[in-house]
T-cell receptor, first 113, second 114 residues
């Protein structure tokens, strides 16, 4: 079963707009929540990550919001640019699973000029 | 500092054949994980090697096997290929056995089984 559920499946946003991608999880043992960005023909690249003791983390135009009680976290892309057009994956891991990351199904983001 | 390199980039195999995919980890990384990414899906964990020992395995059948070499490079072997094995196979390396240090992914090997 999918342990991390991601929505929406796809997203179209105008240049300068805000892209919001949401993820939900069930396993309360998860303690690390990264977001990856993937361009066609490339592997995923780590964008930003958060731990559950923090409610928000910002790096440049990218912000993660984390709601531990709701078991949800989201990625906000501010001032979206055409170069941000990619597929974004949320993921989660727990300390007992060593290197196993549970990925969401991905969100394809298209930023129109 | 070189990143993670995978070879080959593309591969076409016939059902029932065997395939070996290769991965060179990033300099300074001692852990390699393999993921399978079907079209339009998120990557699925196959297994991980930490200092040449396998320390984690996902829900994949035994015909998926691998190893890690003393230089921390790695191979993924798949026997008795099935059509559903067609996917992008990703290798990721990290500085320790935990995902919490952040993975560096390679660009993957696109395997097509016909």
């Amino acid at each position: 079963q999918q342990q991390v559920k991601q929505s929406p499946q796809s997203l179209i946003v105008q240049k300068g707009g805000i892209s919001i991608i949401n993820c939900a999880y069930e396993n309360t043992a998860f303690d690390y929540f990264p977001w990856y960005q993937q361009f066609p023909g490339k592997g995923p690249a780590l964008l930003i990550a958060i731990r559950p003791d923090v409610s928000e983390k910002k790096e440049g135009r990218f912000t993660i919001s984390f709601n531990k009680s709701a078991k949800q976290f989201s990625l906000h892309i501010m001032d979206s640019q055409p170069g941000d057009s990619a597929t974004y994956f949320c993921a989660a891991s727990n300390p007992d699973s060593w290197g196993k990351l549970q990925f969401g199904a991905g969100t394809q983001v298209v930023v129109t000029p | 500092e070189t990143g993670v390199t995978q070879s080959p980039t593309h591969l076409i195999k016939t059902r029932g054949q065997q395939v070996t995919l290769r991965c060179s980890s990033q300099s300074g990384h001692n852990t390699v994980s393999w993921y399978q990414q079907a079209l339009g899906q998120g990557p699925q964990f196959i297994f991980q090697y930490y200092r040449e020992e396998k320390n984690g395995r996902g829900n994949f059948p035994p015909r998926f096997s691998g190893l890690q070499f003393p230089n921390y490079s790695s191979e993924l072997n798949v026997n008795a290929l099935e059509l559903d094995d067609s996917a992008l196979y990703l290798c990721a390396s990290s500085r320790s056995g935990s995902a919490n240090y952040g993975y560096t992914f390679g660009s993957g090997t696109r395997l097509t089984v016909v």
